[in-house]
Nanobody, 122 residues
Framework: QVQLVESGGGSVQAGGSLRLSCAASEYTYCMGWFRQAPGKEREGVAYITRGGTTSYANSVKGRFTVSQDNAKNTLFLQMNSLKPEDTAMYYC???????????????????WGQGTQVNVSS
């Protein structure tokens, strides 16, 4: 079982920044950030592979950056130029230990953190 613990959420005004962290008990090949707003489905935000390959949802490209500290098994999401529509619960997730590919598809991730809330006011 991979344990994931997110932190760093909070409330900011539009245009502000937040940095989310995810402490993982171990890393798998594919680690990702997802979010879920009230009344909406969970959606992929960004992923990063063990080798450092990244991918982003179109809605956050150019504003969010995913990174990792492999030595510390920690995943980060730097969020800049935040918008009210970024308001959501943000989750860290990992694919299975045997996975060798990465994606932003929610159903492919088997390990999930408890989430951290991000609120962006206008």
């Amino acid at each position: 079982q991979v344990q994931l613990v997110e932190s760093g959420g909070g409330s900011v005004q539009a245009g502000g920044s937040l940095r989310l962290s995810c402490a993982a008990s171990e890393y798998t090949y594919c680690m990702g950030w997802f979010r879920q707003a009230p009344g909406k489905e969970r959606e992929g935000v960004a992923y990063i592979t063990r080798g450092g390959t990244t991918s982003y949802a179109n809605s956050v490209k150019g504003r969010f950056t995913v990174s990792q500290d492999n030595a510390k098994n920690t995943l980060f999401l730097q969020m800049n130029s935040l918008k009210p529509e970024d308001t959501a619960m943000y989750y860290c997730a990992a694919r299975s230990r045997s996975a060798t590919s990465c994606s932003l598809l929610v159903g492919l991730f088997v390990y999930w953190g408890q989430g951290t809330q991000v609120n962006v006011s206008s």
